[in-house]
């Protein structure tokens, strides 16, 4: 009785079998065609989801296409951002040789997809990253004399230190002091150049000025020729009378020791202005930077009367370099170097318009 009736049974499931296994041919056949990527990422989130991968396969060719695309687009984020820990879970999962081997040709092909990615990212980005940076601090101000910061409203009182003959006569060395020293002295002088500093400072003065004013600055100068009487409290009013955004004193320093060299900068213990310090560091950097000497510091005290009688504005006694130095001395009278104190004080100057 039941074997009977089993036949008949038996025969119509068998085509019934037939026929999924038809359908499923058919329907498996163009979709391996047409996507072999997505069935292998999907392989792949079965893994990474810890479901059965086969279920999941299953699943997918009976599903529309948005989920797929989906997962699709799941799997690639995955891979870019961290493809070390789906290939360490992997290993770890007891996986099949299929999803083993469709992992591997998964993490290739996102491998090979994100490395044109980073390559064309990472060529760009040095170009242009290293460009501006250098450009406009070192390479710009020395190749662009044109210059390229709008300095712009800005007064700037240049006073190139000493002059011709010195004056002995005497006046207060600060408003609130009674001790006194000469009016003007006649600087020091290159040990191997023999130019006197009032002429080298001068020469240097007129080149940052020129500089200045083609960035837009207003420049007012304490002198243009070494034959004139200026006192450092003169000086110094020329800059407070004017309410210079920056009055800068240029100076080539001296010292006993042949070896010593670079660049110092003086500012006023008793500024009225609480940034004066910092601002003096900014100076020195800046100069620094563009010339590649070294930055001896900035000295806050109450020495200098040209300092001392512009407390009101951001005063500033620049040593530019050792005259006492013969190589300092050659540099600060070659027209190159020249140059790049020129494009050092502009970017200070730039520096204190924008701060
Ligand atoms: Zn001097």
């Known amino acids: 009785m039941r074997n009977k009736k089993l036949v008949p049974i038996m025969s119509a499931v068998t085509g019934v079998l037939l026929l999924t296994v038809i359908v499923l041919l058919f329907t498996i056949g163009p979709w391996k065609k047409s996507s072999d990527d997505s069935s292998l990422?999907?392989?792949?989130?079965?893994?990474?989801?810890?479901?059965?991968?086969?279920?999941?396969?299953?699943?997918?060719?009976?599903?529309?296409?948005?989920?797929?695309?989906?997962?699709?687009?799941t799997a690639a984020s995955k891979d870019t951002k961290d493809p070390d820990p789906s290939e360490t879970t992997d290993a770890t999962t007891p996986a099949t040789s299929e999803s083993e081997t469709s992992e591997q040709t998964t993490s290739a092909e996102p491998t090979a997809t994100p490395t044109p990615t980073p390559e064309p990212t990472k060529t760009p980005t040095p170009e242009p990253t290293k460009a501006p940076e250098k450009t406009p601090e070192a390479s710009k101000?020395?190749?662009?004399?044109?210059?390229?910061?709008?300095?712009?409203?800005?007064?700037?009182?240049?006073?190139?230190?000493?002059?011709?003959k010195a004056n002995s006569d005497q006046e207060?060395?600060?408003?609130?002091?009674?001790?006194?020293?000469?009016?003007?002295s006649s600087g020091t002088s290159g040990v191997s150049t023999k130019r006197p500093e009032y002429e080298v400072v001068l020469e240097i003065a007129l080149k940052v000025r020129d500089k200045l004013e083609s960035m837009g600055a207003t420049v007012i100068m304490t002198r243009t020729t070494n034959d004139v009487n200026i006192s450092n409290i003169?000086?110094?009013?020329?800059?407070?009378?004017?309410?210079?955004?920056?009055f800068i004193r240029l100076h080539c320093d001296s010292s006993d020791n042949s070896s010593s060299r670079g660049i110092g900068v003086f500012v006023c213990s008793k500024s009225e202005l609480p940034d004066q310090k910092k601002w003096g560091d900014w100076l020195g950097n800046c100069l620094s930077s563009s010339t590649g000497s070294k930055f001896r510091g900035t000295v806050s005290n109450?020495?200098?009367?040209?300092?001392?009688?512009?407390?009101?504005?951001?005063?500033?006694?620049?040593?530019?370099?050792?005259?006492?130095?013969?190589?300092?001395?050659?540099?600060?009278?070659?027209?190159?170097?020249?140059?790049?104190?020129?494009?050092?004080?502009?970017?200070?100057?730039?520096?204190?318009k924008n701060r």
């Open 41 to 73: 990422r999907n392989a792949k989130i079965g893994i990474e989801t810890k479901n059965s991968t086969d279920s999941e396969n299953q699943n997918d060719t009976d599903n529309s296409g948005e989920s797929f695309e989906a997962t699709e687009a």
């Open 141 to 164: 101000p020395s190749s662009d004399p044109g210059g390229s910061y709008d300095l712009s409203g800005m007064v700037i009182v240049l006073d190139p230190g000493h002059q011709r």
């Open 172 to 184: 207060s060395v600060a408003p609130w002091s009674s001790e006194t020293k000469p009016k003007v």
């Open 234 to 246: 003169e000086r110094a009013k020329i800059a407070t009378d004017n309410n210079a955004d920056v």
């Open 302 to 352: 109450t020495t200098y009367s040209g300092l001392n009688w512009a407390t009101s504005v951001p005063s500033f006694l620049l040593e530019m370099g050792f005259m006492s130095n013969s190589e300092d001395d050659r540099l600060l009278s070659d027209p190159d170097y020249q140059e790049k104190i020129c494009n050092g004080i502009a970017a200070f100057c730039n520096k204190m």
